[in-house]
């Protein structure tokens, strides 16, 4: 395990190594983990992206801020910056967590992240952990648009109408499939105006409901963009959404009218 390499992604070379190691080391390994390591390092990361977020967005009122932030640190994102270090290659798991590919595990992988960023704040104090936090968080800022981050698709599909003073969509439970234990919603997002009618499935309504907004919003877009100014219909199109993703997997054939009600994952402009 070349530790150095790890050290040289950082930026930030320990001055303790055993601190290091505790911070790679899961609690299957031995007694000796990363657990408080973790509790210490997401209290640095949270300051420490609450502080950059207040320099930055100088407009930005604090409900913003607290969704820009629990965006910034939640588990998912930590998982990716893991990943960028390849931080996989470095943990030290006990037997049955490596069997079970718990190198792979994002919970592991973003709790090691924070365990590490403990320990550079026991190692070498604050500065050092501040800058090896901005240096992650940086370049993701640079990247995305704070008035969207961390927004959920049926916000994001309400703002957008709003902002072309659309009526806000409905959404209808269209059919539930499967055991009761295991139910999928198939859920109708309409948006008359536009001749919006779109259909998503979930685990849960409110999943299905996002699914659908998430294809509406795509879908109202184009429409607009194609016509500014104007409301109209939406071509119609055939495509699947799988929640865990988002996933969109599209067809060019349209839905035939006279067919009854479109599948689940298809849309088509609404007939008047």
């Known amino acids: 395990m070349n530790l150095q390499l790890l050290q040289t992604r950082l930026g930030y070379t320990f001055q303790d190594a055993g601190l290091l190691q505790q911070a790679l080391t899961h609690r299957s390994h031995s007694s000796l983990h990363n657990e408080r390591l973790e509790f210490l390092g997401d209290s640095v990361l949270n300051c420490v992206v609450a502080s950059i977020l207040y320099e930055r967005y100088v407009q930005i009122d604090e409900g913003d801020l607290s969704r820009l932030r629990a965006n910034l640190v939640k ?27 718990g190198f792979r595990r994002p919970s592991i992988l973003a709790d090691t992240l ?93 999943a299905g409901e996002q699914a659908a907004a998430k294809l509406a919003l795509e879908v109202a877009e184009q429409a607009l963009v194609k016509t500014p100014g104007a409301a109209r219909k939406a071509k119609p199109r055939a495509a699947q959404l799988k929640l865990a993703g988002i996933a969109t997997v599209q067809s060019s054939e349209p839905s035939s009218p006279a067919s009854g009600p479109a599948p689940a994952g298809t849309t088509k402009a609404a007939n008047k």
């Open 75 to 101: 588990q998912q994102s930590l998982f990716e910056i893991a990943q960028k270090l390849e931080l996989s290659q470095f943990l030290r798991l006990g037997e049955g967590e490596l069997k079970s590919g």
């Open 114 to 206: 924070e365990a590490l960023l403990g320990a550079i704040f026991l190692d070498g104090g604050f500065n050092p952990a501040r800058d090896v936090i901005r240096a992650f968080y940086i370049p993701i800022l640079d990247t995305v648009d704070p008035q969207t981050l961390g927004k959920d698709a049926k916000t994001l599909l309400q703002e957008f109408l709003q902002s072309k003073k659309i009526s806000l969509p409905l959404y209808n439970v269209v059919a539930t499939h499967g055991a009761a234990h295991s139910q999928e919603f198939e859920i109708e997002c309409l948006v008359p105006k536009l001749g919006i009618q779109v259909f998503g499935r979930g685990g849960s309504r409110r």
